[in-house]
Each structure stands twice: as C-alpha cells, then as structure tokens.
C-alpha cells in the first residue's frame, strides 16, 4: 500500500528511448506517459480508503508475525 501513496518513481526517459520508442503502434510523447503515470497514481490515492489502510496494515503484522 506504501508504494500507492509514496512511490518512488523512476526516471522513464533512458527506459523510454530505449525500449518504447518504434515499438508501439502509436508515437506517444514521453511526456505524455508521465502525464498518465500521475494521474493514475493521484486516482488510486483519491480510491484508496480507510479500510483498504486497515488491511495494508492487518497484513504487515502477520508478515511480522511469523
């Protein structure tokens, strides 16, 4: 749960040139992956609920646990 509400991103330019550019079927502007990459994150943020919280923690202390 930790990784949707604080990822450490990663720098998608090198990965983007190196393996996205000529592969895909359409041209999409780095730039605009990026744009996609935070509105997704800031969307399971916004979705993410008490509950789900309680859960994310219910299974670290059985991971603990044991």
Known sequence: MNEVINPRLKALDGVYRQEFVGMARADIPLQQLEDARHKLLT??????TDEDMDLDKSSQTTVLQR
């Not at 969307?43 to 993410?48: A, K, M, P, V």
């Open 43 to 48: 969307r399971l943020g916004q979705l993410t």
